[in-house]
């Protein structure tokens, strides 16, 4: 390679910052090409005599005085990345004048212009890119933001904190003077300038403040940001009453963008949004996107708190605020609306996302060791298992024993810059608890895997339940320690009644849904007296733990389950893990029949009118292409999509007239709500059309249906649930479909992002022509982030025909890396990672992966997000 490598950065290379700052002061010239920003720093030695080194980034340096003094250039060191002061005094102030390029800034990481509109993006190093300065979460300080721009194209100026002067200026420009009380680090620092609509209302906190709430979108989309606000209000609540947490300034702004890195950004009370996790309506938004706004809105609201007001000693901590903040926000939308269908929601996507990066070359723990770039250390392990760590603390503890740790967590760390092991801490002292080896889950990467074996001892009474612990090795951690880890068990009798469950030594049995083991040792068998026969074992209840589970069970004893279980959670898995036994053995030998008790499991679920809609969709759904592939020693993509079709026709032929009468059933008229109620009824009658889909080939009636429910659908959820459908199936109705789709919301950004995923996922074997094709349509542009990953990252999900055995697939997803690394380096970087599943296929594929892997790494100025994924990928 003729570059040098990108160095890497380490944990335990962590020291405090030689330098304070007393106060930043910020002014903005905002000018598209040309904006000047001065930077006046009230700077003080921590550690006098040492040279200040400021991060900076693509800027182009204007001036810098010291104490009012311009410095010559021989004063100070200019280097690519960095601008040093060798010997600054004591204490003094350093003004620096930089300017940057709004329009040309395609990373969207800094100061850009989205629409037309400014705004910025500085976490996680974007702050560098605006100004020089101590890029680190650990450098607090109070910011004054003077922001000056064209009146007509910018009326609205934003900054973070309280507005505290505006006024007009000379050449039909005007400013703003906003000042944040709160010291903060410079990753939320947030700037919105432009020409924006906006949608406002009032929340009084429950100590009697009135907080002004507004929610700014571009013209013409305020209309669409009333679930959002609504959402934001229970979010405040919310936080109050659960967690006692209420907000500290008299305003709170968010701002809706529609070209952003990631889905949005916790600034100190001027959010930043994708817009896609603020607009809805019934037309334009599916059940599922308002549930997402939900989650995103409340994600980021509780980041005040858990993120803002604590927030990250350095950037190996990110876990602590994130995979705290989505414990928040996954317990908000559980209190929202059903807790078990969310659970399974969240495991789904857990499985889906998190447990391929914990089993392949990127796997990190939620706290990581080291990173060449921090942008890729936005994972699905620091989030979702930083989550479910959090989770299982709160497990332990229960929720008044987590409240208290979360409360002392707060009392010690406010205004602070902490770590994670000061979390833990919180929660071990304000219980008395011990969380030593629990601390593991926060260095061990990888998944663990519990062996379980049980047996009844009928002579005396006795359930014996072993299990076995073992972690995988992954990338630097060949060997791991035994981890704590909450097991939540039962036994059903033939009644399908809770077994209570009393340990060897115990007199007393307290809980009576089953119990929670603690699993601390490599292997450990727990003795369970008095026990009457039991008919089933229900393991891993709720999801105590993120754990994967190796257990014989018989298809009879999993449908018992299905249909008895009393904790929803393990109702459903037992039905994905019955499926996933059927659609292995299937495709170990594609003349298996499958076992009958399985459709007829699912027909039992379809009749039992006692069980919430939502939760009976997500049972009759089977586990997805990917999770069957994570279970196959080589993937073999084609021989897995034939199987579950399969499944599929079999459970639609069993139960044609059942899906109907379901699908019937579940339609709702009058008004639409995205509501949990009536989104599961949605979900199930769906979910019913879907299997009647596989018999549409044969059966015009129904093709009827579903091209029907497109055309007559009054809401996006119908609309798009049966275009899905559509796509999937080489009729005419599909094109018919999706130019009728096409025509009807061809001014909608948003809507036409469906349009191009549908498309990208398509089973049907044109799928990569028509990405190709599309990659020229007026919809897609390569400098859209949302635009990308609809149509190239949905493609690359696409499984059966992302691995066309020619390794076509392959070839053009490399070259859209190779095409947006130098336009936008953090996006291309997450959308290589599936590139990195090389070993998880046959020899002729895997050569092939490889050689484009290799191909990446040999473009000239590889970008360090790119250049990473890339090279962990090859060698991990
Ligand atoms: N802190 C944000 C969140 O989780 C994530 C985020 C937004 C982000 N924009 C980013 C991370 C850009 C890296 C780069 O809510
Ligand atoms: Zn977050």
């Known amino acids: ?59 182009k340096l204007l001036s810098v005085k010291m104490d009012g003094r311009l410095l010559g250039t021989s004063e100070y060191l200019l280097a690519e990345r960095t601008l040093t002061i060798p010997n600054p005094p004591a204490r003094f102030t350093l003004e620096i ?110 100590s009697g403040r009135q907080v002004k709430l507004r929610i700014f979108t571009e013209h013409g989309k305020e209309g669409r940001s009333a679930y959002a606000m609504d959402a934001l209000k229970r ?92 414990f928040r926000d996954q317990e908000f939308s559980s209190d929202m609306r059903s807790r078990p269908v969310k659970r399974i929601q969240d495991v789904r996507n857990l499985r889906a996302r998190q447990f391929p990066e914990d089993a392949g070359p990127l796997a990190h723990p939620i706290r990581p060791d080291s990173y060449i770039a921090i942008d890729n250390f936005y994972t699905a392990t620091v989030y979702e298992k930083g989550s479910e760590v959090i989770r299982m603390m709160h497990t332990l503890l229960g929720e008044d024993g987590f409240q208290k740790g979360m409360k002392l967590y707060v009392d010690r760390h406010d205004g602070e810059a902490a770590t994670c092991d000061q979390f833990v801490a919180a929660m071990a002292d304000a219980n008395g608890a011990d969380l030593e080896q629990f601390r593991l889950w926060y260095s061990q990467a990888g998944t663990p895997e519990l062996q379980v074996e049980g ?84 393991l891993n209840r709720g999801f105590s733990a993120p754990v994967n589970i190796k257990v014989k069970q018989s298809g009879v004893e999993r449908a018992f389950l299905m249909a008895h279980d009393s904790d929803a959670f393990a109702r459903w898995e037992a039905g994905q893990q019955y499926a996933t036994d059927l659609l292995l053995q299937r495709i170990a030998n594609p003349s298996t029949p499958f076992d009958p008790a399985f459709a007829a499991a699912v027909g039992q679920i379809l009749r039992d009118d006692a069980l919430e809609a939502a939760f009976a969709a997500e049972a009759v759904t089977l586990p997805s292409e990917d999770y069957i592939a994570d279970h196959m020693a080589v993937i073999d993509v084609e021989a897995i999509h034939t199987a579950r079709r399969a499944l599929r026709r079999q459970i639609a032929e069993t139960h044609r007239d059942l899906l109907l009468a379901t699908y019937d059933q579940n339609r709702i008229s009058g008004p639409y709500s995205p509501d949990a109620g009536p989104a599961g009824r949605r979900a199930l009658k769906n979910a019913a059309l879907a299997y009647l889909a596989e018999l549409a080939a044969e059966e015009r009636g129904i093709l009827d249906r579903i091209a029907g429910q497109y ?87 696409n499984a059966l025909r992302y691995h066309a055995a020619d390794g076509s697939g392959y070839a053009f997803h490399a070259d859209r890396i190779i095409e947006l690394d130098p336009i936008n380096p953090q996006v291309a970087a997450r959308l290589l990672a599936p590139l990195g599943r090389w070993r998880r296929v046959d020899p002729g594929r895997q050569a092939k992966m490889k050689a484009e892997l290799e191909r990446i790494l040999a473009v000239p100025k590889l970008s360090r997000e790119t250049y990473e994924i890339a090279s962990k990928s090859l060698a991990g």
């Open 711 to 797: 055309r007559d659908a009054d809401n996006m959820t119908d609309r798009m649930a049966a275009l899905r459908m559509l796509v999937d199936l080489n009729v005419p109705e599909r094109q018919a479909a999706l130019d009728d789709f096409h025509d009807r919301f061809r001014g909608d950004a948003l809507v036409l992002d469906k349009w191009l995923a549908l498309q990208a996922i398509s089973a049907l074997p044109d799928a990569l022509e028509r990405v190709k094709a599309l990659l020229h349509h007026s919809a897609f542009s390569m400098h859209k982030p949302n635009k990308v990953r609809a149509l190239i990252g949905s493609f690359t999900a």
């Open 97 to 206: 004048e930089t300017e940057v390029n709004p329009k040309g800034n395609t990373q969207l990481s800094g100061l850009y212009q989205s629409s037309g509109n400014f705004c910025t993006q500085c976490e996680a190093e974007g702050f560098r890119r605006i100004t020089y300065f101590l890029d680190r979460p650990d450098v607090m300080t109070v910011y004054r933001v003077t922001i000056r721009a064209d009146r007509k194209t910018c009326p609205v100026l934003l900054s973070n904190g309280n507005l505290v002067e505006e006024g007009a200026l000379p050449d039909g420009r005007h400013y703003a003077v906003w000042h944040d009380p709160y010291p903060k680090p410079c990753y939320l620092f947030a700037l919105v300038a432009g020409n924006l609509a906006c949608n406002e209302d009032i929340f009084v906190t429950q």
């Open 1 to 59: 390679m003729n570059q040098v490598q990108p160095q890497a950065i380490h944990r335990k290379d962590y020291c405090a910052p030689d330098y304070r700052f007393e106060g930043i002061a910020l002014e903005f010239d905002l000018l598209p090409e040309a904006t000047r920003v001065q930077s006046k720093l009230s700077m003080a030695a921590v550690n006098p005599g040492k040279p200040l080194v400021l991060d900076g980034e693509d800027l």
């Open 455 to 538: 047996h009844y001892e009928a002579q005396n009474g006795e359930y014996v339940l072993t299990v076995a612990q073992h972690c995988p090795p992954t990338p630097g951690q060949p060997e791991k320690k035994p981890m704590h880890i909450p097991l939540h068990v039962g036994l059903l009798d033939a009644q399908g009644q809770d077994i209570p469950l009393r340990l060897d030594k115990e007199s007393a049995v307290p809980q009576r849904n089953g119990r929670l083991l603690s699993l601390t040792a490599a292997k450990q068998t727990f003795r369970f007296r008095g026990i009457p026969e039991p008919r089933a074992l229900s």
């Open 235 to 326: 979010s405040m609540r919310w936080d109050e009453t659960r967690f006692g947490l209420e907000y500290d300034l008299d305003l709170f702004n968010i701002v809706a963008v529609s070209d952003f890195n990631m889905g949005a950004m916790e600034n100190k009370s001027l959010n930043v949004f994708n817009d896609r996790y603020i607009l809805a309506d019934p037309e334009t938004a599916t059940d599922g996107d308002f549930a997402a706004i939900e989650a995103v809105v409340a994600h980021e609201y509780f980041h005040n708190w858990t993120g803002n007001r604590i927030t990250c000693r350095d950037w190996f901590q990110l876990s602590l605020k994130e995979g705290l903040t989505v």
